[in-house]
């Protein structure tokens, strides 16, 4: 067990690692970043919501068994500790498991973390055209349990108030790294 925790571990750093390099390619150029979910409530949450603010997605789903839940828990007391620089950042989390994740699930699921992380979810349709408007990456990938789990990237997309990556907050960088990023993107 303890083997594939760490090679889950490793393939998603890979897939942060990949996907932050594609990105920053593009991190001067703005990109339209179009997207209609809803939120735990029912109610549309589109990408024109977010004009004008800092923002960051992560990209999960509730049956995750550590990289979602780690990531929620640290973004948590990382948007604590920079205090009142938090309010201005608008947290979401993206579900990629449509399936799965009812809105009644994903509701009891993020009572764990921050009340301030905005929970979405949609159809297939609508989760495929949030992850490609960031060029997210995620998979259905079947277990020998005849169940499935997800692979995604794990890295959470920071996003200027302009609308511009500004990059990626990895998890496993240095926490000051993290403050840093974001305290960098609430002041943009």
Excluded at 21 to 40: E, N
Excluded at 64 to 71: K, L, R, S
Aim: proline share 6%; with cysteine; aromatic share 10%.
């Amino acid at each position: 067990m303890r083997r594939r925790t760490f090679s889950g571990l490793f393939i998603g750093a890979a897939i942060v690692g990949a996907t932050a390099a594609a990105l920053m390619s593009r991190a001067d150029r703005p990109k339209q970043r179009a997207f209609t979910l809803q939120t735990v409530d029912g109610d549309p949450f589109r990408s024109a919501d977010l004009a004008g603010k800092p923002y960051l997605v992560f990209f999960g789903f509730t049956h995750c068994p550590d990289v979602c839940p780690t990531a929620l828990f640290e973004l948590s007391a990382l948007l604590k500790d920079i205090g009142p620089a938090a309010d201005r950042i608008t947290p979401l989390f993206v579900s990629i498991d449509p399936e799965r994740d009812t809105a009644d699930l994903l509701k009891l699921y993020m009572t764990s973390f921050a009340p301030r992380i905005v929970a979405l979810r949609g159809d297939a349709a609508q989760t495929k055209a949030a992850a490609d408007a960031f060029s997210a990456f995620y998979r259905k990938v079947p277990t020998a349990s005849g169940s499935y789990t997800m692979e995604h990237t794990a890295g959470l997309f920071l996003i200027r108030a302009d609308g511009r990556l500004q990059g990626m907050l990895d998890m496993h960088e240095p926490r000051e790294n993290q403050l840093q990023k974001l305290k960098l993107l609430a002041a943009s």
